[in-house]
């Protein structure tokens, strides 16, 4: 079963989406874990850090599964505007 986290846009990299889930700490980890082939992306290992994900993509690290979803465009971002 895999975690949904939502995006902005309708696409994001690979390595903006491992941070943005959480997975890694920051980009240079990121970097790291996807050039060792510990990444997978719909169940392939994928090396491509700037590998365009879209929504639906089930992203995997570790034994965690998360997949790429549609922000809530009524969710409370916390800004005044």
Do not use: C, H, Y
Request: negative net charge; aromatic residues 2%.
């Amino acid at each position: 079963m895999s975690t949904d986290v939502p995006i902005r846009d309708e696409s994001i990299r690979l390595g903006q989406f491992l941070k943005l889930a959480n997975l890694v700490e920051d980009g240079a980890e990121a970097k790291a874990v996807i050039g060792q082939g510990l990444v997978s992306v719909n169940g392939e290992v994928d090396t491509r850090r700037g590998r365009q994900l879209v929504l639906g993509d089930v992203v995997a690290l570790g034994g965690v599964s998360v997949r790429v979803a549609v922000e809530d465009p009524n969710a409370d971002d916390g800004l005044p505007w």
